[in-house]
């Protein structure tokens, strides 16, 4: 008896100090690449995240996107002649106890017409 109530301890402990995430991502393309006329300078990404404790605290996902291009274009300012291409979103939560981590990042090739 008392070993299967120190294996149920053991698992519930096991199972409490696991964590999970989950991914999701999509793609769109902005700049119209039809012709040979542009050279993809880099690729440029921004980041935001957000943690809630007990479902408290944070950002909406919305704002957490919004935030994630402002990084973006903050960190990779687009000259003349420039534009982001093939942008994709990708979404990130972890969960771990009672605190769920959302990370947004934003990436986008930035391209230059000639």
Same mark, same amino acid.
């Given at each position: /008896?008392k &070993?299967l109530k ?8 096991s199972?409490?100090? &696991?964590s999970?995430a989950?991914?999701?991502?999509? /793609?769109? *393309?902005?700049?119209?690449?039809s ?12 980041h ?6 007990f479902?408290l *605290? *944070?950002?909406?996902?919305d704002?957490l996107?919004? @935030?994630?291009?402002? @990084?973006l274009?903050q960190?990779?300012?687009?000259? @003349? *002649? ?10 990130? &939560?972890?969960? /771990?106890?009672f605190?769920? &981590?959302?990370?947004v990042?934003v990436a986008? @090739? ?5």
């Amino acid at each position: /008896m008392k &070993t299967l109530k120190f294996i149920i301890a053991i698992a519930i402990v096991s199972f409490l100090s &696991t964590s999970c995430a989950t991914h999701l991502g999509m /793609m769109t *393309g902005n700049a119209a690449l039809s012709s040979n006329n542009f050279k993809v300078v880099r690729i440029a990404a921004g980041h935001s995240k957000t943690t809630k404790i007990f479902g408290l *605290g *944070g950002l909406a996902k919305d704002a957490l996107v919004l @935030d994630a291009k402002k @990084d973006l274009l903050q960190n990779n300012p687009l000259r @003349d *002649g420039q534009a982001l291409s093939n942008v994709t979103v990708d979404f990130k &939560t972890s969960f /771990m106890f009672f605190v769920i &981590t959302e990370k947004v990042t934003v990436a986008a @090739d930035i391209v230059e017409f000639k």
